[in-house]
C-alpha cells in the first residue's frame, strides 16, 4: 500500500469518521472502497458477484444461490459474509415451507 494525503471539508471528515465509527472501519477503509467502486473497472464475473450480494440482502435470494453465483460452497458462502460484516438472514416458517415445496 501507498501512502496518500488528500484534504477533505470539515464536513466531509466528520461524516466520514461518524460513518466508520457506526460501521466499525476505518476512515482509509472508507475512501478506498469508494474509490474502488467510482473508479475500478469491473468485470462482468464482479459485477454478477455484487448484484447478488445486493440481492440477498434485500433478501431477493437465498444464501444457497448466493453461493451458487459466487462458486463456493454454502459454509464458504456464510464465512465470505462475515468476512465483510455482512449479517446472515434467516429464514422464518413459510420461507422455509415455500422452500421444502420447491425442492
Given at each position: 500500500m501507498?501512502?496518500?494525503?488528500?484534504?477533505?471539508?470539515?464536513?466531509?471528515?466528520?461524516?466520514?469518521k461518524d460513518y466508520a465509527r457506526r460501521e466499525g472501519r476505518t476512515l482509509g477503509e472508507l475512501v478506498r472502497e469508494a474509490i474502488d467502486s467510482s473508479y475500478?473497472?469491473?468485470?462482468?464475473l464482479e459485477e454478477r458477484r455484487r448484484v447478488a450480494l445486493s440481492a440477498?440482502?434485500?433478501?431477493?435470494?437465498?444464501?444457497?444461490?448466493?453461493a451458487e453465483v459466487l462458486g463456493l460452497d454454502p459454509l464458504s458462502a456464510r464465512n465470505y459474509l462475515r468476512e465483510r460484516r455482512i449479517l446472515l438472514r434467516t429464514q422464518d416458517v413459510e420461507e422455509l415451507a415455500g422452500d421444502?415445496?420447491?425442492a
Open positions: 501507498k501512502r496518500t494525503n488528500i484534504m477533505l471539508g470539515d464536513d466531509q471528515h466528520k461524516k466520514l475500478k473497472r469491473k468485470d462482468p440477498y440482502q434485500e433478501g431477493f435470494i437465498s444464501l444457497g444461490k448466493l421444502a415445496k420447491n
